[in-house]
């Protein structure tokens, strides 16, 4: 196997760099984005909570604020080219009641779940189970 000497910023690759998709890549590229902006939230959120300066304070919630706006970004650019994160946030993303209930709701059929227009059901969409037979079900 050929040894990389020039690894991309992100060490976190589970199967040889050099055998993956450009898909795949860039996939994982949001991935890790996204865990950043997450990581960032978290850190700002913390920071803000222990300050003790309210104009910093405020700087650092505005700051925790354009980490959310990124993330959600991130989040929506995997959403629209990965079929099965597409429907789960479709089902559960601006969701009502407990969340487990929507799970089971979803597992058991979602009759009554697209009758209250809920969720992918609710939508028109179906639940993705073929695209987790057929492979990955990416789109791109």
């Not at 407990?98 to 059929?109: D, F, K, N, P, W």
Request: with cysteine; hydrophobic share 40%.
């Amino acid at each position: 196997m050929a040894v990389l000497t020039n690894r991309m910023a992100s060490e976190t690759y589970h199967e040889p760099f050099e055998l993956l998709s450009a898909y795949s890549k860039e996939f994982h590229r949001a991935i890790v984005s996204l865990m950043e902006e997450l990581e960032a939230i978290d850190w700002y959120q913390q920071r803000a909570d222990v300050c003790n300066d309210p104009e910093l304070r405020a700087v650092l919630v505005h700051n925790k604020n354009e980490e959310i706006e990124h993330a959600m970004m991130t989040l929506e650019w995997l959403r629209r080219r990965d079929a099965d994160i597409d429907v789960r946030l479709r089902t559960y993303v601006l969701s009502e009641g407990a969340i487990t209930e929507i799970e089971a709701r979803v597992e058991h059929g979602a009759e009554g779940y697209a009758a209250e227009g809920g969720g992918a059901a609710g939508a028109g969409a179906g639940l993705g189970i073929g695209s987790l037979r057929g492979g990955m079900g990416w789109t791109s």
